[in-house]
């Protein structure tokens, strides 16, 4: 049940801005392989270092801000529809934070 | 309105458990006050530091707690009220996630 | 030997501006202070997860801090000394950066 | 000086076991391209933010190995070599670690 809603969300776009995320996740792809480049360059480290910060930051971006729409729509909706669903995806998110934040 | 909810929970007991948070953070102080021994006592650093990172993680352990309950009745009661508190509680908390995972 | 050469940093004073830390911690421990207040008095879930953000930085601040200290002091003497001994708290370092880092 | 030193060891190869960082590299790319992926698809929210917390402790693992690297080669070199260089090394050192603890 919990799996069939979990499917049913996959497949209905909870993604607010799907584009954004998209855009912002190809620069990701473009920042691992920067650094990818300066390590076979063999950049000065603590120059890969201020990289590997950035790509981080940019991942928890991305983090905070799907999480922001799973809250809005999947447990918003899970809320409303009443029973134990919803305290199964606050679970599951918060699991996410927690790993998140570590 | 907003101001008020937010009063109404702060007033309301949204904290399950709160026996358990309180001797959490008990504990908590108990370690900030270790850690200022240590550094009082001139302890080698490297120990300092392990007594840090788990003061850190015990730090992480309550914020994901309170969080979870923060999401299972501050939204949870928004989002089955409806209307446009559940968004405003929503943004709130995603707010305090980016900060606690920066 | 290098638990001898640890006991002897521990007793010489590596801590550049030692009162400087101490007062850091004390402000830490009355910020833990008044988060445990904070959860005994039921005050807003966001803004005690704010001052948990907040405590953090200013453990961060401080293990950044004791981290320079390290490397200026047990470090670089130990490179300066040559041998064996500064690999191994190079490790030792890495190890307590990858713990505060996770 | 500080930069014709930076530069010296850029072309150095202060990296130990650079393959291992390239392939580590490779993957993270790869992990990159899967997040992008997941989200062109809509998979899970949940899983996808379990993909972004695995990449970055990619990231961390990537980033903390470097800086060993950088302690055990640059740092321990100017401290053998005396003068202000070490400290200069020591402060950029410190510096990128506050950025990845942030």
Known sequence: MTEHATT???SHGYITDKD???NRLRRIEGQARG????????KY???ILTQISALKSALDA????????????????????????????????TDAIARLVR
Do not use: F, P, W
């Open 62 to 93: 991305v983090a905070v801000g799907l999480l922001d729409d799973h809250l809005t729509h999947c447990v918003v909706d899970a809320a409303r529809a009443g029973g134990a669903e919803a305290d199964v995806k606050i679970k599951e998110a």
């Open 8 to 10: 049913e969300h996959a």
């Open 45 to 47: 480290c603590i120059d």
């Open 35 to 42: 650094i990818h480049k300066m390590v076979a360059e063999e």
């Open 20 to 22: 954004k995320y998209l």
